[in-house]
């Protein structure tokens, strides 16, 4: 498992794999943690004025302690990346896998904007 603590100036972060330039971002949900389309999921994060925000990024098999499970969600890689960034980062952590589709489950610490976030991928075979 790969993670990082970043401030997020907007409040948001995005999985999408960055090189899939037709990915559509999803409109905003008030009162919903994810939004998503086939080609990327948006999470609310708690804004940079709230504190940093610890984001961990893993392909394997978890339950993460004191996270309640907010969403799955399958999603297109095209291009075989999978990778959470920011409005003002393309990718601040990433993994390559191989292109198609992958199973996205977001785990938070809260299921209206979160400090915490563990997103969890599993490779299909399409």
Known sequence: MDSISLSSDHGILFVVDPTNRDAIVPDYVDGE????????????????V??????SLTTEEVVPEGLHLAATHTLAIPG????????????VLDYRLTPGSVVVSVWSDSLVSAS?????????RH
Do not use: K, M, Q
């Open 116 to 124: 915490r976030v563990v997103v969890a991928i599993t490779v299909t």
């Open 50 to 55: 709230d504190g940093e925000v610890e984001v």
């Open 33 to 48: 943690l994810v939004a998503a389309t086939d080609s990327c999921l948006s999470i609310a994060a708690d804004p940079y």
């Open 80 to 91: 075989g990346v999978i990778a959470i960034s920011t409005p003002d980062v393309d990718r």
